[in-house]
Structures are given as structure tokens and as C-alpha cells.
């Protein structure tokens, strides 16, 4: 490209020398026409010099790269020998190492690659049985610090249900757009609800955690109402979450009142209603505090008739007696004494606030509407299916670990005990050895743990004729 490029400035130099030469002949004449043509010819001699001159370099350095082509060749030819002298060389030594095992290529990595399988196998069960003796080492120092969570574990079964909400989400690339440059999108969200929001490696959804139900209703409410929207930054998320919240407030006053109705309790302050309302959001040992509440309200309406007493007052009693639960994260004390205040300050008589103050005994009952409405509580909270599993969805999960860990090869039988935290695996000791049999426990409990909804911890025992190896998951 150098050349040809030098090549056409040449020709474009001579070609407007010559221009120059006739145009300049053309003007003038005499003895101004031969001096001028004296200077013209001068000009066009060194112009020409230094066009030789630039051929010349251009002449040169073509044959350079002419040089540097032919060693390039020269070493590719060399290269190309030298493989196929290695090619040929491999081939010799895989059919020397052929003759020398008795086994095919094919064979040998077969065989290669049970080994490593075997190798790995074993490795795993000793790296699982060094972890294991490690826990059972350290257990004893943190026997304590377990027991001092001991009422953590109590509220593990309904944990999730009562303090996290699931948003669903289109598509994972939501994710980047809620949280926001420099996390400026999920900040201001956190700070207006007051809700974590938690978004990890769960595919197309967000969770959503706080202890206040009414506060992660407003935050699903509002990022539902963002993805809809599409439009996710600041100000629009300010906008978005006081709407939620307007429509919000609207739907626990009419859940309040539609309460009021079931339980056919009239008259109640609109504060009330909405506080009531707010229960809905709340609930005790799974039991839903609202739902909760008109059931103690039917219930003691039906005790007052047949007891004499009034029958308006314990229902209304029963159908506020939680509402203090509503508020004990706004205000400190205990729910009932809570709830006896909140009815006085709204205009609620003396027998009405003392029933409900008085129904877990946080003031003496002094009246048969009080003893009534602890009656109520009592049989709604206590009756079968009301809070925790029903018998059915409990059989279900038993019979469920049965089946998850007959379905190993092996296994002769299996036992899920108490109330399913443990299941006991019985193995066949001639088909199972000790180092299989701890890998069975885990491969066991890792399938519970990824294909099951459980409650706590389960125990993962497996026995094989007199030892057992447990794994907990």
C-alpha cells in the first residue's frame, strides 16, 4: 500500500510540473518567458531528484517486506514439519503404552475414570465423617447459647408465614431495576415501609420480611403496583407507597366493619374499626387474630344466653379483646390491658374495657361477662385445626419422609418419629458400609431439605446392624 501510495504522488507531481510548464508558456513571451522556463526547468530538476530519491526508499523497502515474506514461509514449512513429526510421535507412544497395559485407549480411560469415581467416593464419606466428629466436638461449648434460643425454635414452624410476603416478579432483570443505581431504588423503599426487602438468588421473586403485617401489605402493594407501572425510581416509588397506603386504610376499615357485622357488634367507634381491621394482618400460632375474634365473639354470645348474663357485652368484650396486638409495637404493655385502654379512650363502657383487660388474667374478672370472654378465647384458640398443622397435612409429611427415604437403594425400611423430627433408616448391612451409609444419611437429608416444607430440624438416622449414623437437617 506504501508503493502504490508513493507511486501516485509521483505521477501527480509531474503531471502538474507539466500543467505549470504549458500554463506559464502561454502567458508571457520574449525574454521574461525563457527566464521563467530557466526557473521552471530548475524547479522540475530538483523535484525530480527528490522523486528519485523517494523511489529509491520505496524500492527499498519493498524488497524488505520481499525478505521477510520468504522467512516467514520458511518458518512456517519448519513448523509444519515439526508437527507432523510430533503427531507421529504420539501415535507411536499411545501404541507402545497399548502393548505395554494390554488395554485400549478406551479401556484405559475407562478404567482411569473409575478410580477417580472410587477415589471420590471414598474421599467424600471421610471428608463427611471428619465434619461430623468436628460438630459433635464443638456441640458441647455451644449447648448453651442453643438453649438460651430455645423460644426461637418454638416459632419456627408459622416463622415464615407470619413475617415474610413473596412478590413474584416478570422476569430476573426486575431485580437490577428495584434495586436501582447504587441501590438508590430499594433504599427509599426500605425507608418508607419500613420492610426488608430481601432479594437474593430466588428465581423471579422478591421477599419481603417485618414482624408488622399491616407495613408488608403496603410494601407488596406498592412494588405490585410498580412492576405493573414500569416506571421504578424515587419519586415515583414516594407516590406509588402513599397510595398503596390510602388503599390500604381502606381495606381495613371495611375489613373492620365486615367483623363488626359477623359478629354482630354495632356501634363501634371508626378508630376502632380500623384498629380492628388490622388483625387481619395478624395472627397467633397461625390462627389469623381477626378470624380469631368473631369466633370468640359467636362463642360468647351463645355462653351469655345460656348463662343469663348480656350477651351484648360479651360479644362486644370478645370481639375486641385482641386489639391491643394491633398496637403493642406502637405501645408498650401487655395486649389485654392495651386493648382496655384503647376501648375506654373510644367511648366503650367500663364492663366492656374490664372483659376484655381481664381475659388472660392480667386483672382479676370480676364480672360473668369477663369469665366469658376468657371462656371463648379459651375454645377458639384451643379447638382441633385451629393453630398449627391439621391431623391430615401432618400425616401427609410423615408419610412423605417415608417415602423419600425407601426410594434409596438399600434401604429395607424406614420409621418417622416424633411427630416427624426424626426419621430412623434401616439398611441392609451387606449392601451398605459404613462409609456408604453416612453418605446415605446426607444424600437423605439434603433431598428433605430441597423437596420438602418442614418445620425446625429433622434427624436423619441411618442403621446399619448394630451402629447408626445420623445426620441432622
Known amino acids: 500500500m506504501e508503493i502504490i501510495g508513493a507511486a501516485a504522488l509521483v505521477a501527480g507531481a509531474l503531471v502538474a510540473v507539466a500543467w505549470l510548464l504549458v500554463r506559464n508558456g502561454g502567458l508571457s513571451g520574449g525574454s521574461t518567458a525563457t527566464a521563467q522556463r530557466d526557473e521552471q526547468g530548475r524547479v522540475l530538476a530538483e523535484r525530480q531528484a527528490e522523486l528519485a530519491r523517494l523511489e529509491e526508499r520505496l524500492n527499498g523497502r519493498a524488497s524488505e517486506l520481499d525478505r521477510r515474506e520468504t ?11 515439526q508437527r507432523d513429526k510430533l503427531a507421529e510421535r504420539e501415535g507411536e507412544t499411545a501404541q507402545a503404552l497399548e502393548r505395554a497395559c494390554g488395554m485400549s485407549a478406551a479401556q484405559a480411560r475407562k478404567t482411569l475414570l473409575e478410580e477417580v469415581e472410587e477415589q471420590a467416593h471414598q474421599d467424600r464419606a471421610r471428608l463427611l465423617r471428619q465434619v461430623e466428629e468436628e460438630t459433635k466436638r464443638t456441640a458441647e461449648r455451644k449447648v448453651r447459647n442453643i438453649l438460651s434460643v430455645a423460644m426461637q425454635r418454638l416459632a419456627a414452624s408459622h416463622a415464615a408465614e407470619t413475617t415474610v410476603s413473596v412478590v413474584q416478579l416478570p422476569s430476573d432483570d426486575m431485580k437490577g431495576r428495584i434495586i436501582g443505581r447504587e441501590g438508590r431504588n430499594i433504599r427509599a423503599l426500605e425507608n418508607l415501609t419500613g420492610v426488608d426487602f430481601i432479594i437474593d438468588d430466588t428465581p423471579n421473586a422478591v421477599v419481603l420480611s417485618g414482624f408488622d403485617g399491616v407495613r408488608r401489605e403496603v410494601a407488596r402493594i406498592t412494588l405490585e403496583r410498580l412492576l405493573q407501572d414500569g416506571r421504578i425510581h424515587p419519586a415515583r416509588i414516594e407516590e406509588t407507597f402513599y397510595q398503596a397506603k390510602s388503599e390500604l386504610d381502606e381495606q381495613l376499615v371495611k375489613a373492620g366493619e365486615q367483623a363488626a357485622f359477623d359478629a354482630n357488634v354495632q356501634g363501634l367507634h371508626d378508630e376502632v374499626v380500623k384498629i380492628l381491621g388490622r388483625l387481619r394482618f395478624r395472627t397467633s400460632y397461625g390462627q389469623n387474630v381477626l378470624a380469631h375474634s368473631v369466633e370468640c365473639a359467636q362463642l360468647a354470645s351463645v355462653m351469655a344466653h345460656e348463662l343469663g348474663a348480656s350477651p351484648r357485652t360479651a360479644r362486644r368484650a370478645a370481639l375486641l379483646h385482641d386489639i391491643g396486638k394491633a398496637v403493642t409495637h406502637e405501645i408498650e ?9 384503647l376501648a375506654r379512650r373510644h367511648g366503650e363502657d367500663e364492663a366492656v374495657a374490664h372483659a376484655m383487660e381481664a381475659h388472660h ?113
Open 71 to 81: 522467512e516467514q514461509n520458511r518458518r512456517e514449512d519448519l513448523l509444519d514439519g
Open 361 to 473: 388474667n392480667e386483672v382479676e374478672p370480676q364480672t360473668v361477662e369477663a369469665v366469658i370472654v376468657q371462656s371463648a378465647d379459651a375454645l377458639s384458640g384451643a379447638r382441633p385445626g385451629a393453630r398449627g398443622e391439621s391431623l391430615e397435612s401432618y400425616v401427609k409429611r410423615l408419610r412423605e419422609l417415608e417415602r423419600l427415604a425407601m426410594r434409596h437403594t438399600g434401604v429395607d425400611k424406614v420409621y418417622a418419629m416424633q411427630a416427624g423430627r426424626e426419621i430412623r433408616v434401616m439398611v441392609a448391612p451387606t449392601a451398605i458400609d459404613d462409609d456408604a451409609a453416612l453418605v446415605l444419611s446426607r444424600d437423605i437429608a439434603r433431598e428433605i431439605e430441597h423437596e420438602l416444607e418442614y418445620p425446625g430440624q429433622i434427624k436423619v438416622t441411618v442403621i446399619r446392624e448394630s451402629r447408626a449414623v445420623e445426620y441432622a437437617k
Open 333 to 341: 404493655g401487655p395486649h389485654a390491658l392495651v386493648g382496655g385502654d
